[in-house]
């Protein structure tokens, strides 16, 4: 669940998938992501020096933006003036909140690298990156309160709320390989899944989408979330660093259990009785991950994140056509970065 040692992985089939998305949307998209990426910069620059760099470092860190991409593509057609200001604001706060939780999963992960730089806690201290974390966090309800729509803001604060309880039941389980199957989907849908809802439910709200359609889509950003996270869990175990940008195993090392972990301890006798505690070294963890995928497990994770998706796609509202293909692309970028 943790991607604490990214390295800056190359470019996917889902990054290109993302790319043909942003092309197909044509300049209004392009400007839209555009406005999102100078008040990101704007935001993070404006808090005193030490803040503000580090803050500045962790927006321009890189990410795909995949979140205010779909604030945009939940919208639809194109809105009016005031329409993509709360659009942008919406795509703002999303990003926020995700950049706020990395940095924060990094404080309590001890983490040395994101994306192949040092993280705040690593370069500044506790103290200085928990602040990061909770400015990031600060800035991206005062963009939706500047707005004044209170629909949005009840948006966000579920999200953020949803975020917090996952993350809370991560720590809660860690080390504990006998979490059930459930447990864990749960806190995924939570942890990961909430974001990419929030930001369709956002994007949907500001096109002006009727209240089932926009719980549609909702529930389409939310099953997405989920199948991300289902394969980045498998891409944990299954994927060499110079690929997926993060050591095998990282999961395992700092007491994450995860799908593949939970389906191989049910196939491999051996490895039920591996206790978690006792993984120290790179080493140790990439021999548990060759265990893991010896089982069969990673096929079967895969297998589950993938009808994920066919769910999130099948239960699309009647949207116009290049809407749905455009949402449909996306969901097919999330597969693609893991084929």
Known sequence: MSDATELSPPPSAGAAALEAVVRAGGTQLGALLDRTEERLVALAGGHGATL????????????????????FLAAGEAPDGAAQARLVRAAVAVELIHSASLVHDDVLDAAALRRGAPTVVAAAGRTIATAT????????????????????????????????????????????????VERY????????GSLF???????????????????????????????FQLLDDVLDVSGPPERTGKARGTD????????????????????????????????????????IAA??????????????VADA???????????????????????????
């Open 313 to 339: 796609r099948a239960g699309l509202p009647p949207l116009p056509p290049a809407q749905r293909d455009a949402l449909e692309l996306v969901a097919a970028g999330v597969v693609e970065r893991y084929a």
């Open 295 to 308: 089982t069969g497990a990673l096929a079967v994770a895969k297998e589950r994140a993938l009808a994920v």
């Open 185 to 192: 989907l749960r806190r995924c849908e939570l942890k990961t």
């Open 52 to 71: 503000a760099r580090h803050a500045t470092a962790t927006i321009s860190a890189g990410g795909k933006r995949l979140r205010p991409l779909l604030v």
């Open 252 to 291: 395992l090392l700092d007491g994450t259990v995860t799908l593949p972990l939970i389906l191989a301890r049910e196939r491999d006798a051996q490895l039920a009785r591996i206790a978690l505690r006792t993984l120290r070294t790179a080493q140790d963890a990439e021999e548990v991950c060759d265990r």
């Open 197 to 227: 809802e929030a930001a369709c439910r956002l994007g949907a709200l500001g096109g002006g989408a009727a209240a089932a359609e926009a719980d549609a889509l909702a529930l389409f950003g939310r099953r997405i979330g989920l199948a």
């Open 133 to 180: 974390g909770d400015l990031l966090f600060s800035r991206a309800f005062a963009e939706l309160v500047e707005g004044g729509e209170l629909a949005d803001v009840r948006a966000l604060s579920a999200a953020a709320s949803a975020l917090a309880t996952g993350e809370l039941m991560q720590r809660t389980d860690a080390w504990d390989a006998q979490v059930p």
